[in-house]
């Protein structure tokens, strides 16, 4: 069971629009977890501040046993997900709403491109044009702090786990040849930067 904080903070991490929905989706909810909730980071979506999990530590295959769930809270279940400790899990819950045209699922989107995970990086890459790009541009525009942390996070991952330091070595990608950097391009032409 998480706490009352945790789940305002929850709460605080979507759109007051939709806050209904995710109360309704946090009482459904059979919430496992040691541990607490670790940090946000604060983002904009049409003048309102949202909190976004930094990581979450709770126990999926428990969660998605909840078979009272509407689309929306499925969709927000997911966006959480994204905040996962474990990657994989990270991975599958983008895979989920990568497509959404709801506006409230982008941040947790583009907060994966500034992480290390490079298979999450390639879903980022290879399913771009399912991305509601009015969604995002709009995004990018209103969190232009979080827009050159998170490609910031990009160059320092790269730098540091997948880089090709000499012409011989096996594993890395050159500069050009890296996903994160080819989906900066891709938002970037977006916003004709």
Not at 12 to 20: A, D, M, T
Request: net charge positive.
């Amino acid at each position: 069971m998480i706490s009352k904080k945790e789940n305002l903070s929850i709460q605080s991490s979507f759109p007051i629009c939709i806050r209904p929905e995710i109360i309704n989706l946090l009482e459904n909810l059979t919430i496992h977890s040691q541990h607490s909730i670790l940090g946000h980071f604060p983002v904009w979506m049409n003048g309102e501040r949202l909190e976004i999990p930094g990581r979450i530590y709770w126990e999926e295959h428990r969660l998605m046993e909840s078979k009272s769930l509407n689309t929306e809270q499925l969709l927000a279940l997911s966006c959480i997900l994204t905040r996962h400790h474990n990657g994989y899990i990270r991975q599958k819950h983008l895979q989920y709403i990568i497509d959404s045209n709801l506006d409230w699922t982008i941040p947790y989107i583009v907060q994966l491109l500034g992480e290390y995970i490079i298979e999450i990086i390639q879903v980022l890459y290879t399913r771009f044009d399912q991305i509601n790009k009015s969604n995002l541009k709009r995004f990018i525009q209103d969190n232009s702090f979080f827009w050159d942390l998170t490609k910031s996070r990009v160059i320092s991952y790269w730098d540091c786990y997948y880089r090709k330091k000499s012409p011989g070595q096996v594993t890395g990608f050159l500069k050009n040849d890296y996903p994160g950097f080819k989906v900066i391009d891709k938002i970037e032409g977006l916003l004709n930067i």
